[in-house]
């Protein structure tokens, strides 16, 4: 019994001594903003929007900041269009963890929030894709696929590009449906 005992102490301080470690290197290695942040840090700042959709170009403004410790890029924007106002919010952020671009995007088009990931890309700054519980979809039998292309390029511009992918067949084109292109104000 006593043998049982010390097994299960050392189990025990062996588990405690790898989750500190483990916190350790996750505290030191990937739980900060990282270089990736950095980058999008300059886009803190005032903007005008263009918001080009279904062949029409409808202007406002928008303001970003970091949130959350600086882990997390936030865009507020507001369009004007025929029907009223366009408002809405993008977050995007970069998971050290899966080396990947995290989007959370949320507009007065719904009472809902999407979320898309994906890599780095060499033609965008990333190139994510997610999917959306859309009960107009899956009446059809169908799955709403959509993306972000991220263009983080120049200093004083932005570009936030939506896209549907066409899954009703094995080509799975990508659509582009808006494009929201910031440029700074100040």
């Given at each position: 019994?006593?043998?049982?005992?010390?097994?299960?102490?050392?189990?025990?301080?062996?588990?405690?001594?790898?989750?500190?470690?483990?916190?350790?290197?996750?505290?030191?290695?990937?739980?900060?903003?990282?270089?990736?942040?950095?980058?999008?840090?300059?886009?803190?700042?005032?903007?005008?929007?263009?918001?080009?959709?279904?062949g029409q170009?409808?202007?406002?403004?928008?303001?970003?900041?970091?949130?959350?410790?600086?882990?997390?890029?936030?865009?507020?924007?507001?369009?004007?269009?025929?029907?009223?106002?366009?408002?809405?919010?993008?977050?995007?952020?970069?998971?050290?963890?899966?080396?990947v671009y995290?989007?959370?995007?949320?507009?007065?088009?719904?009472?809902?929030?999407?979320?898309?990931?994906?890599?780095?890309?060499?033609?965008?700054?990333?190139?994510?894709?997610?999917?959306?519980?859309?009960?107009?979809?899956?009446?059809?039998?169908?799955?709403?696929?959509?993306?972000?292309?991220?263009?983080?390029?120049?200093?004083?511009?932005?570009?936030?590009?939506?896209?549907?992918?066409?899954?009703?067949?094995?080509?799975?084109?990508?659509?582009?449906?808006?494009?929201?292109?910031?440029?700074?104000?100040?």
């Amino acid at each position: 019994m006593k043998s049982l005992k010390q097994s299960f102490f050392f189990t025990m301080c062996l588990f405690c001594w790898n989750i500190g470690t483990s916190r350790q290197v996750m505290t030191e290695d990937i739980s900060g903003p990282g270089p990736e942040l950095e980058r999008l840090s300059k886009y803190v700042d005032s903007w005008d929007v263009e918001l080009q959709m279904g062949g029409q170009t409808y202007s406002g403004t928008s303001s970003t900041k970091l949130i959350v410790g600086d882990r997390f890029l936030q865009a507020d924007f507001a369009v004007e269009n025929a029907s009223g106002n366009i408002e809405g919010i993008y977050i995007i952020g970069f998971d050290r963890r899966n080396e990947v671009y995290q989007v959370l995007g949320m507009d007065s088009f719904g009472t809902y929030f999407v979320s898309a990931t994906g890599p780095a890309s060499e033609e965008y700054t990333a190139k994510t894709y997610g999917k959306d519980n859309d009960p107009m979809m899956k009446k059809m039998g169908f799955e709403k696929e959509f993306g972000y292309n991220l263009l983080f390029k120049e200093d004083d511009k932005f570009v936030i590009e939506v896209f549907w992918i066409d899954n009703r067949t094995e080509a799975r084109t990508e659509i582009k449906a808006l494009e929201y292109v910031f440029t700074r104000t100040s």
